[in-house]
């Protein structure tokens, strides 16, 4: 039963991922509802996938991924995850063990506005990750932090349940599916 599970799961993804469109394709197909993220933000492609999108799920947190991690075990399924980390390039909100973690509960991805390390693990995941860049130390763990909240960065507004797509070409949301 665990295999036909992962074998769906797998089907499911396949069939999300060949129904997302372009970047610049959706800004053409929903020009009148799409936001972009600010691409002088400085977002780039550090994970396994470089074209991702889902439902969004928000997390705002500094200098600390309790609350990363405790989703990262969340079913992730047609999510992705949105981090207001504020910018801070000084600790790593995500690291391999907690990108394993998400790759295991199925998240689609996640766009971190803040750093990650153990970036060449990451990397090999089959995992979107769009982050500021990286940084070596771990967090400290407070338990502090917020999550489903509207978080803004780039000049976008992430609601939770919003839809997000991400690729080489930047980052779109909005407040409808954006996969047929």
């Not at 766009?111 to 153990?118: H, L």
């Not at 769009?130 to 771990?138: N, R, V």
């Given at each position: 039963q665990q295999v036909n599970s992962k074998q769906?799961?797998?089907?499911?993804?396949i069939r999300f991922m060949s129904?997302?469109?372009?970047?610049?394709?959706?800004?053409?197909?929903?020009?009148?509802?799409i936001?972009?993220?600010d691409p002088s933000l400085g977002l780039r492609n550090l994970g396994g996938k470089n074209h991702f999108g889902g439902q969004v799920v928000t997390v705002k947190c500094h200098e600390d991924n309790s609350f990363v991690k405790q989703l990262a075990k969340t079913d992730g399924k047609g999510k992705v995850m949105?981090?207001?980390g504020g910018g801070s390039r000084r600790r790593a909100l995500l690291g391999?063990?907690?990108?394993a973690d998400c790759v295991n509960s199925g998240w689609e991805g996640?766009?971190?506005?803040?750093?990650?390390?153990?970036v060449d693990e990451i990397n090999g995941l089959s995992l979107g990750v769009?982050?500021?860049?990286?940084?070596?130390?771990?967090t400290i763990k407070r338990n502090e932090g917020q999550t489903d909240i509207p978080v803004e960065f780039g000049g976008v507004t992430f609601?939770?349940?919003d839809y997000v797509v991400c690729d080489n070409n930047g980052i779109v949301v909005n407040d409808v599916p954006m996969d047929n």
């Open positions: 769906t799961h797998i089907q499911n993804n129904s997302l469109k372009s970047t610049p394709d959706l800004c053409d197909d929903f020009e009148d509802s936001r972009v993220v949105v981090v207001d391999d063990q907690v990108a996640l766009v971190i506005y803040g750093s990650i390390r153990d769009q982050a500021l860049g990286t940084h070596p130390c771990k609601n939770p349940g």
